[in-house]
């Protein structure tokens, strides 16, 4: 069993920066890709953010690519998400994930792979 917390959503205006943090608890971090799904208000859930195990690989959405980086510490069990020249479409809540079926991440997370997921930190980004 794997825990996972975000902290670090909350209010910005168009252009800010975020970062979103991803604590992890339970069993072996190191075996886990880690990623970020967001999902907004009437929107179907949507993959961000993905990196490997070792951190050596990482995918982005298209949309995000450029101003968001995702990054991991496996001596701390965080994953991170740094969000740069936010834009009020970013607003959604956002989901850590777990995966252990992924090795390399040359694609997005696919959802049915995901083992375990967090519960999720609001990012609003007002106009």
């Known amino acids: 069993q794997v825990q996972l917390v975000e902290s670090g959503g909350g209010l910005v205006q168009t252009g800010d920066s975020l970062r979103l943090s991803c604590a992890a608890s339970?069993?072996?971090?190191?075996?886990?890709?880690m990623g970020w799904f967001r999902q907004a208000p009437g929107k179907e859930r949507e993959f961000v953010a993905g990196i490997s195990r070792t951190g050596g690989s990482t995918y982005y959405a298209d949309s995000v690519k450029g101003r968001i980086t995702i990054s991991r510490d496996n001596a701390k069990n965080m994953v991170y998400l740094q969000m740069n020249s936010l834009k009020p479409e970013d607003t959604a809540v956002y989901y850590c994930?777990?995966?252990?079926?992924?090795?390399?991440?040359?694609?997005?997370?696919?959802?049915?792979?995901?083992?375990?997921w967090g519960q999720g930190t609001q990012v609003t980004v007002s106009s």
């Open positions: 994930v777990a995966d252990g079926q992924t090795m390399l991440v040359f694609a997005p997370l696919d959802a049915a792979h995901v083992d375990y």
């Open positions: 339970g069993r072996t971090f190191s075996w886990y890709a």
